[in-house]
């Protein structure tokens, strides 16, 4: 186990609709990335948090957003959901010691999105 | 944009074999390189890494090996066992990111 934790566990949307997730991050990390993996994909990078304040952004439009808070937890929120969202969707922990370095990320269980 | 890619995507070895899975990289600026274990319904594993002033790590049955020449990076599981079948999944980090491949499965045969 990582210490990662994330919730829900599953989720089921209807296409248009609005979903946040949630992460709480590993005792003593700072940094908090987020991932979309669909069935039988590896991982994409959706964008990653740091001192909460986004600090990288893979190639995902607007409608995917996020927010970290002071205790280093995270959300991700997905607005006008597609039927191309469902997905299982990860958060990583990691400890940054500056922005643009690379760290050993540790990942949560996920949450599985299911948009009909 | 560049990516990721897995050479193999299923692998069948026989418990107590040597499994190697390859990955090739195609970004020459990545400078740190990893390996994850994903079991079905979970999320991936942390296994090992290496940044690429490394050509080698070891950790426990575990080795992986980085050629920065050819843009390949591999994964070594010594002593094979049923516990080790899995998708496994190298990625390469440059700054904040990390760049997954599709995985290989692994699969353990007694």
């Known amino acids: 186990e990582t210490g990662v934790t994330q919730s829900p566990t599953h989720l089921i949307k209807t296409r248009g609709q609005q979903v946040t997730l949630r992460c709480s991050s590993q005792?003593?990390?700072?940094?908090v990335s987020w991932y979309q993996q669909a069935l039988g994909q590896g991982p994409q990078f959706i964008f990653q948090?740091?001192?909460?304040?986004?600090?990288g952004r893979g190639n995902f439009p607007p409608r995917f957003s996020g927010l970290q808070f002071p205790n280093y937890s995270s959300e991700l929120n997905v607005n006008a959901l597609e039927l191309d969202d469902s997905a299982l969707y990860l958060c990583?922990?990691?400890?940054?010691?500056?922005?643009?370095?690379?760290?050993?990320?540790?990942f949560g269980p996920g949450t599985r999105l299911t948009v009909l | 944009g560049e990516s990721v890619g897995l050479h193999l995507p299923t692998l069948s070895v026989q418990e107590g074999d040597n499994s190697i899975i390859n990955c090739a990289y195609s970004?020459?600026?990545?400078?740190?390189f990893i390996w994850y274990k994903q079991e079905s319904g979970k999320g991936p594993q942390f296994i090992i890494d290496?940044?690429?002033?490394?050509d080698k790590r070891q950790g426990q049955r575990v080795t992986v090996l980085l050629n920065k020449t050819v843009k390949h990076l591999s994964l070594q599981i010594a002593a094979t066992q049923p516990g080790d079948s899995a998708v496994y999944f190298c990625?390469?980090?440059?700054?904040?990111?990390?760049?997954f491949g599709k995985g290989t499965s692994l699969l353990v045969t007694p």
């Open positions: 970004n020459s600026a990545s400078d740190y």
């Open positions: 948090y740091y001192r909460e304040e986004e600090n």
């Open positions: 990625a390469d980090g440059t700054g904040y990111a990390l760049n």
């Open positions: 290496i940044r690429s002033n490394m």
């Open positions: 005792s003593g990390h700072n940094t």
């Open positions: 990583a922990s990691s400890s940054t010691i500056g922005r643009g370095s690379t760290d050993t990320q540790y």
